[in-house]
């Protein structure tokens, strides 16, 4: 597995949005912790640098299961923009905080009530960077 890559911006927004989430008690303090912790050891880049194929804010990522090889699509964003019907999941959800700055390819493993699993990074439909899209 490699090392988590993350933007400066995706950096300082992400962590802004626990600060405020953390004011607001609208997150659990072991998940902010957690969310704090895969920051502190990512590699920031300017958002020119990243690799096209690296989970960014906003990324659109095709993921499977390797225990049942169920594929799921989604977006990774900002808990006000999250919406579960058009598959915009929170980076405070368990998942995307799971997938933030890996690549594809990767095999993360996620603890889900049942035991653990393997998620495996399938594509990176959409990244904002790599578009061109810098100000989301």
């Known amino acids: 597995m490699s ?13 802004r949005s626990i600060t405020d989430a953390k004011a607001k008690n609208s997150i659990k303090k072991e998940e902010a912790e957690k969310l704090l912790a895969e ?26 299961f390797q225990n049942n090889k169920t594929t799921m699509e989604f977006q990774l964003v900002y808990p ?4 579960i ?14 997938l933030i700055g890996y690549r594809v390819g990767d095999e993360i493993d996620w603890l889900i009530p049942s035991g653990m699993t393997k998620i495996v990074i399938d594509e990176v439909i ?3 960077e790599s578009a061109g899209d810098f100000d989301l």
């Open 80 to 83: 006000a923009d999250a919406n």
């Open 126 to 128: 959409y990244q904002p």
């Open 39 to 64: 920051l502190k050891s990512a590699k920031i880049v300017e958002q020119d640098k990243i690799e096209p194929d690296v989970v960014t804010m906003n990324s659109i990522v095709k993921i499977h």
């Open 85 to 98: 019907k058009e598959r915009k999941i929170s980076i405070f959800s368990s998942v995307a905080s799971a």
């Open 3 to 15: 090392q988590v890559i993350i933007t400066k911006q995706d950096f300082n927004k992400i962590h």
